[in-house]
Structures are given as structure tokens and as C-alpha cells.
């Protein structure tokens, strides 16, 4: 796995963080704010685990999203405008980045068969794959109700 891969990991995190960090602002539910913000603070540690993780392999590591991040917060803010602040429309933009990203890291993790970061990916993968089923279920109790 090359640094430019774990960095793009890195990006992606990021971006998640910002993403939850924008549904938490924009939908008027305290138990979603504080459900985003949680996973939010859970993508801030894995993209600083992954520059520590680059750092330690002598490289430089990203400190930024990326242009798709920034996009998608802006669609965030948008549908919470047209949508009266959903907490449906939040959950499911939501769960839809987090798939991306659960996808993001599983091509990742066959790339890298093992060693360390191939554990640490593996972690994050797991608990991604977590808030994504998490808010899968959200979603569906939603549209249910």
C-alpha cells in the first residue's frame, strides 16, 4: 500500500468527520446531533491514526478532504434547506457516504494482506461497517414511521 492510498484514507475520513459535523448542524434533533457528532469524532481519530501511521513511515501525511468531501457537505446544507431540516434526509445522505466509505476501505484492506496497517484498516473498517448498518436501521425506522 503506498502513501498516496493511506492519505486518501486520511481525505476520506475527514471528509466523513466534516459531513457528520454538517448533518449535526443541520438537522434539529438532539439525538441525531449527537449520534453524528459521535461518528464524526470517530472518523476524526481514524484519519489521525492514519497520519501517525504515514508519519511513522516517513512520508508526508495529508491534512485536508477532498473536492468530493466538500461537495457533498454543500448537497448536505442544501437538502437540509429543501427538506425542512429532515432528519430522514440527513440519516440518508449519511448512510450513503458512509457506504462509500466502507467500500473505500475494503479495497484498501485487500490491497495490504498484512502487518500493521492492515490491522488498523481492518479496525476502522469494522466500525465503519458499524455506523453504516447502524444508520441503515435508522433509515429504515424512519421511512417505517
Not at 107 to 113: D, G, K, R, S, T
Request: hydrophobic fraction near 35%; charge should be negative; aromatic fraction near 6%.
Amino acid at each position: 500500500m503506498t502513501n498516496h492510498q493511506l492519505n486518501r484514507l486520511v481525505g476520506l475520513n475527514k471528509d466523513a468527520d466534516s459531513g457528520f459535523r454538517t448533518a449535526a448542524a443541520n438537522v434539529n434533533n438532539s439525538e441525531m446531533q449527537t449520534l453524528f457528532t459521535k461518528y464524526a469524532d470517530a472518523h476524526a481519530k481514524f484519519s489521525a491514526e492514519l497520519q501517525a501511521e504515514i508519519d511513522h513511515l516517513g512520508a508526508d501525511p495529508s491534512d485536508s478532504g477532498t473536492v468530493g468531501g466538500a461537495v457533498h457537505r454543500t448537497w448536505l446544507d442544501v437538502k437540509a434547506a429543501l427538506t425542512g431540516h429532515s432528519v430522514n434526509a440527513m440519516l440518508t445522505a449519511c448512510q450513503s457516504a458512509e457506504q462509500s466509505i466502507e467500500s473505500s476501505y475494503l479495497e484498501f484492506i485487500h490491497l495490504n494482506h498484512h502487518g500493521q496497517i492492515h490491522t488498523l484498516l481492518h479496525k476502522h473498517s469494522e466500525q465503519i461497517k458499524g455506523f453504516s448498518k447502524h444508520l441503515e436501521r435508522l433509515v429504515e425506522f424512519q421511512n417505517n414511521a
